[in-house]
């Protein structure tokens, strides 16, 4: 996202030379010469044999109501091994080997704002009063990737209404830790830290909107958004905020990173539609990771394929606008 471009395109061919080197010698002060040398690379894992997951180590059940019909899901290696999560490097590969000096436990979450019920509160207060499940989403990045993924959680509804949201709670706003230590990537300016991002309180109360504490039946890896991440299938991945420490119930909308970032380029609302292009790139078509480099691209579903649950929240609103 950094250079805001379809992944598949390499950086080298649109980003100035000079730019491109720059930005090579800033990653190597700061992550070690192997993240540089990584940069311009394709993605080792895709093509290659799926490398089976690591037995699970959390207890869950499978919520067969949520799967993928006619598709596989991408491999552990895939899920775990190609991120986003800039506060870790900005190449795809950086989160997986520069993650380790997040540390996930213990971790704390504070319930801020329109909420009768407020005050910080541990992983376990969080987490352990819900039932843990696995549902099969599909995960579309607005850079025109996607992935089919199964997480494990719980509806994030479930947990809001513990706190009590008041009349006034119109949206929800999630804080990523800020930390340059324990995320190196803090350091340079790529994105207003922390990380930010909201839903309205409609969507962050649906069914399908998770709280992620797992893939795959294990707990999540720090590059995945370790201890708590979420995960609303029906929009863009920049929504889904990683390694949240702060759960806050607000009036007005609240702001988000990448609108803040590039506020023509990414909007609050990112509803995966195919028919509202980026202003530099098509939204009509994806790549499968893992189908191979060279793979047919295959087209983008209305909602990321959730518009049966999830259209009714957007009736008479022009999504060209708030996109
Ligand atoms: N959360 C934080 N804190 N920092 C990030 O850079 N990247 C987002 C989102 N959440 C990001 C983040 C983007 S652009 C995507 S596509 C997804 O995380 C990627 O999630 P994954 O690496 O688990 O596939």
Redesign the pocket.
């Given at each position: 996202?950094l250079i805001r471009r379809p992944d598949d395109i390499r950086p080298s061919e649109i980003t100035p030379e000079s730019a491109f080197l720059n930005r090579r010698a800033t990653l190597a002060a700061l992550f070690g010469a192997g993240a540089a040398t990584a940069l311009p690379r394709a993605f080792a894992a895709e093509g290659a044999t799926p490398a089976a997951p690591p037995a699970p180590n959390l207890t869950y059940t499978k919520n067969a109501r949520y799967t993928v019909p006619n598709d596989t899901p991408n491999s552990w290696a895939e899920?775990t091994g190609?991120?986003?999560?800039?506060?870790f490097g900005t190449d795809k590969t950086d989160?997986a080997r520069n993650a380790g000096t997040l540390r996930a436990k213990p971790w704390s979450v504070e319930i801020a704002g329109e909420a009768e019920v407020r005050g910080k509160f541990t992983f376990e207060d969080i987490v352990k009063p819900h039932a843990l499940e696995e549902r099969i989403y599909r995960?579309r990045?607005?850079?025109a990737w996607s992935?089919v993924?199964p997480w494990v959680g719980f509806p994030l509804g479930d947990l809001l209404k513990r706190f009590k949201p008041t009349s006034k709670a119109k949206y929800v706003e999630f804080t990523?830790l800020l930390d340059p230590r324990q995320m190196p990537g803090q350091s340079l300016p790529v994105?207003d830290w922390?990380?930010v991002?909201g839903l309205r309180i409609d969507e962050a109360m649906h069914p399908l909107t998770l709280l992620v504490t797992g893939?795959y039946g294990r707990e999540l890896p720090n590059?995945?958004?370790a201890p708590l991440?979420?995960m609303a299938p029906w929009k863009?991945?920049?929504?889904?905020?990683?390694?949240i420490v702060k759960i806050r119930f607000t009036e007005q909308q609240p702001r988000n990173?990448?609108n803040v970032a590039a506020p023509n380029e990414y909007g609050f609302y990112a509803n995966v539609n195919p028919q509202v292009d980026h202003p530099r790139w098509s939204q009509a078509s994806e790549r499968r990771i893992g189908g191979g480099f060279f793979a047919r691209r295959q087209p983008t579903l209305t909602f990321n394929g959730y518009a049966e649950q999830v259209a009714g929240l957007y009736t008479g609103m022009d999504l060209k606008r708030y996109f």
């Open positions: 996202m899920v190609y991120n986003n999560f800039y506060e989160p995960f990045c607005v850079e992935m993924i990523t994105l922390p990380y991002e893939v590059q995945n958004g991440r979420l863009y991945g920049f929504k889904n905020v990683k390694s990173s990448w």
